[in-house]
Nanobody, 117 residues
């Protein structure tokens, strides 16, 4: 059974930084690309970033390009999202997923990121 457990969210001031993590289990982590999504109240869930299975290729939404960095540690079955220069518009619940498997796997509980002064 696939499990994805997000952590590390919190309250941060505009311009600040935060790193969130996602611990994965129930599948062979190193074989799959991974992704981060986010959802704000009243908005659809948005794809934020993806990373290839070995970490050599990354893709970002235009809204976070240059500010966010996705990475992974295949030895720890964990994917990370480093978020810098945070803006109030980045406020959302952040979710990780196996890229392309969201319908099969469902979603974890997510981690709340709030950017506010």
């Amino acid at each position: 059974q696939v499990q994805l457990v997000e952590s590390g969210g919190g309250l941060v001031q505009p311009g600040g930084s935060l790193r969130i993590s996602c611990a994965a289990s129930g599948f062979t982590f190193r074989n799959y690309a991974m992704a981060w999504y986010r959802q704000s109240p009243g908005k659809e869930r948005e794809l934020v970033a993806t990373i290839s299975s070995v970490g050599g290729s990354t893709i970002y939404a235009n809204s976070v390009k240059g500010r966010f960095t996705i990475s992974r540690d295949n030895a720890k079955n964990t994917v990370y999202l480093q978020m810098n220069s945070l803006k109030p518009d980045d406020t959302a619940v952040y979710y990780c997923s196996r890229a392309g498997y969201t319908q099969l796997d469902g979603w974890g509980q997510g981690t709340q990121v709030t950017v506010s002064s």
